[in-house]
């Protein structure tokens, strides 16, 4: 297993900034409040994160779609398939309120998890990959199930 390059773990880490921003704003209703009145509303709550899950799900669409071009054959054909399955599951799950769409977020980032390991697994993907990719998951996951059930 190879060690993931510094720049790709904090810029990876940095990519969590709107989630955990989110989820911060439901636990603690006055730093919620603050925000609202700020930045706008879009900016707190669950909608900080919902805008932003579909804007990643869609971005790690074209990570993958570039993964696949390291591919041939079958394989290469089954990456171009595979890899917009996240932007389309963003672009038609995440419509109806907060709740529903928190948890087809949660849907879409478990499954994208499982198209990294495939692609990984493909060799597509760096060695170092799933490491970074299940660490962001279980925070983006953590964040998404605080904007939903909290």
Do not use: H, K
């Amino acid at each position: 297993m190879t060690a993931i390059p510094r720049s790709a773990l904090i810029l990876g880490l940095a990519g969590l900034i709107p989630f955990i921003w989110g989820a911060l704003t439901v636990l603690n209703p006055e730093l919620g409040a603050w925000t609202i009145s700020a930045i706008g509303p879009r900016f707190a709550g669950p909608y900080v994160m919902l805008f932003y899950g579909a804007i990643i799900l869609s971005f790690m669409s074209g990570v993958l779609w570039g993964f696949s071009t390291r591919l041939e054959g079958a394989q290469a054909t089954t990456g171009y398939a595979l890899s917009v399955i996240p932007a389309l599951w963003a672009f038609f799950t995440t419509g109806g309120g907060p709740s529903s769409a928190g948890i087809s977020l949660m849907a879409g980032f478990t499954g994208l998890l499982a198209l990294d390991w495939l692609f990984w697994r493909y060799g597509a993907a760096p060695g170092w990959w799933m490491q970074l990719r299940v660490l962001l998951t279980a925070i983006v996951l953590i964040c998404l199930a605080i904007g939903v059930f909290a």
